[in-house]
T-cell receptor
Framework: DAGVIQSPRHEVTEMGQEVTLRCKPI?????LFWYRQTMMRGLELLIY????????DSGMPEDRFSAKMPNASFSTLKIQPSEPRDSAVYFC????????????????FGPGTRLTVL | GDSVTQMEGPVTLSEEAFLTINCTYT??????LFWYVQYPGEGLQLLLK?????DKGSNKGFEATYRKETTSFHLEKGSVQVSDSAVYFC?????????FGTGTRLKVLA
C-alpha cells in the first residue's frame, strides 16, 4: 500500500483565503484522524472519523475549521477564512478498528501539509 | 486530565553515544505507552510501544520500559547513528485518542 497520502505538501496563502487540505487513508482502515502540529502547542488532535462519520471534533479550534469524509478513501479539512495563526503542519492519520472496538492504538501518519498563511 | 511530559531538546550526541530521552506521564488507569519518531519532512512513525506495567518495547535498537511505580517510559539506545537524527514523541493512549508529548529533537553528529 502507498500509505496515507496528503495533498498538497505545501500551501502558501493569504489571510482571508479558503484553504482545503486533502487526505487519502490507507485502504481498509476504519478510522481517520486530523492533527495539527505547531511549535507552541505541539501535536493536537483536531477531529476523527469512524466509517466516514465524525466521532470527536472537540479539538477543532473554531467554526472556521470544518472537516468532511464523503467516502472511505477521501477526507478534507477546510479553513475559511484562513488566518496567520493557522500556519502549521497538518497531519492525517488512519487506523484499523481494535478487536475490542474503537480505533486501534497504532496509527499511520501521512507526510503532512505545511500551511503558511501570510 | 491525562498528560505526557518529555525532556526538552535539542539533544546533540556524537555517533555511538548512549541515548536517553526521558518521558513521564499522568493518567487515570493503565494506558498503553508509545514512542513515535518523525524524520525530517515526514509524518510520525511508530517506533515502539508497551501495553502494561514492566513491559519493554523495543525496535531498531531502541528500548523503553513501562514503569508504573515512577510513571515513566524513558527511551534508550546504546549506540546512536547519524540516521537516528529525528524528533521523538512520547505518547499515551487515552480513551480512543493519543496524548502526545511536545517532542524531543535528536541530532547525531558524525
Amino acid at each position: 500500500d502507498a500509505g496515507v497520502i496528503q495533498s498538497p505538501r505545501h500551501e502558501v496563502t493569504e489571510m482571508g483565503q479558503e484553504v482545503t487540505l486533502r487526505c487519502k487513508p490507507i485502504s481498509g482502515h476504519d478510522y481517520l484522524f486530523w492533527y495539527r502540529q505547531t511549535m507552541m502547542r505541539g501535536l493536537e488532535l483536531l477531529i476523527y472519523f469512524n466509517n466516514n462519520v465524525p466521532i470527536d471534533d472537540s479539538g477543532m479550534p473554531e467554526d472556521r475549521f470544518s472537516a468532511k469524509m464523503p467516502n472511505a478513501s477521501f477526507s478534507t479539512l477546510k479553513i475559511q477564512p484562513s488566518e496567520p495563526r493557522d500556519s502549521a503542519v497538518y497531519f492525517c492519520a488512519s487506523s484499523f478498528e481494535a478487536l475490542a472496538g474503537g480505533p486501534a492504538d497504532t496509527q499511520y501518519f501521512g507526510p503532512g501539509t505545511r500551511l503558511t498563511v501570510l | 486530565g491525562d498528560s505526557v511530559t518529555q525532556m526538552e531538546g535539542p539533544v546533540t550526541l556524537s555517533e555511538e553515544a548512549f541515548l536517553t530521552i526521558n518521558c513521564t506521564y499522568t493518567a487515570t488507569g493503565y494506558p498503553s505507552l508509545f514512542w513515535y519518531v518523525q524524520y525530517p519532512g515526514e509524518g510520525l512513525q511508530l517506533l515502539l510501544k508497551a501495553t502494561k506495567a514492566d513491559d519493554k518495547g523495543s525496535n531498531k535498537g531502541f528500548e523503553a520500559t513501562y514503569r508504573k511505580e515512577t510513571t515513566s517510559f524513558h527511551l534508550e539506545k546504546g549506540s546512536v547513528q547519524v540516521s537516528d537524527s529525528a524528533v521523538y514523541f512520547c505518547a499515551l493512549w487515552g480513551t480512543y485518542k493519543y496524548i502526545f508529548g511536545t517532542g524531543t529533537r535528536l541530532k547525531v553528529l558524525a
